[in-house]
């Protein structure tokens, strides 16, 4: 079956300007996380969507950073006024995740999307 | 705060030789891992979680919570376990993983 997708793969911008970035789950997937990867760094949580429940958005680094998903459908990460520091892989990964699960569901994680922000 | 160190960022080895890539963990609960490992030009995918108890690939992780590691063990490493190798702590409600610096393992001919 169809993993999880993202668009697009690779993403250059100019500072100051805003860029959005997709995520299409595995479909059932009840939950969605997003994480930022900057060069030689480990995975960096931003943002976890479940069900209907009010998204975690612990992780988002600053107030220029936000994320809408529908449903438990796609997602988008909306990155407003980029700056040169925004620059990363930004990863978007899915878990069969039932309300109230004690333990954490293996997170299928899509293949990127690469930003550059000139 | 939940934390994940692995102290090699990369790790050289023969092929043959066994493999030990190190995980330290630092958390206030009961701690969840996993390893996650992204082959070239593949997404990361699980390898292993520790309540598993399962060997994959010739690959296991021990949790220590004396010591609070999850290492990596392969006895004999092969050209195709070459990859980048992150280890991965989840919080108590499994909402969210904390992910080390990763190791990138190279497995020499």
Redesign the interface.
């Known amino acids: 079956g169809a993993g999880v997708s993202q668009s697009p793969s690779n993403k250059v911008t100019e500072k100051g300007k805003d860029v959005e970035l997709r995520c299409d789950p595995i479909s059932g997937h009840t939950a969605l996380y997003w994480y930022r990867q900057r060069l030689g760094q480990g995975l960096e949580f931003l943002i976890y969507f479940q069900g209907n429940s009010a998204p975690d958005k612990s992780g988002l680094p600053s107030d220029r950073f936000s994320a809408e998903r529908t449903g438990e459908s796609v997602s988008t990460l909306t990155i407003q006024r980029t700056q040169q520091e925004d620059s990363a892989v930004y990863l978007c990964a899915s878990s069969f995740l039932p309300s109230g699960a004690p333990i954490q569901e293996t997170q299928y994680f899509g293949p990127g999307t690469r930003l550059l922000v000139l | 705060a939940q934390r994940?160190t692995?102290p090699e960022?990369l790790l050289s080895v023969f092929k043959g030789a066994p493999v030990e890539l190190k995980c330290n963990y630092s958390y206030s609960g009961s701690p969840?891992l996993?390893w996650y490992v992204q082959y070239s030009r593949q997404?990361?995918?699980?390898l292993l979680?520790h309540?598993s108890r399962e060997s994959i690939k010739g690959f296991t992780a021990d949790l220590n919570k004396g010591e609070t590691s999850f290492h990596l063990k392969k006895p004999f490493a092969q050209e195709e376990d070459s990859a980048m190798y992150?280890c991965?702590l989840?919080n108590n409600a499994?909402?969210?993983?904390?992910?080390?610096?990763?190791t990138r393992l190279m497995v020499k001919p």
């Open positions: 994940v692995q960022k969840e996993f997404r990361l995918q699980l979680r309540i992150y991965a989840s499994g909402n969210m993983l904390t992910f080390g610096g990763g």
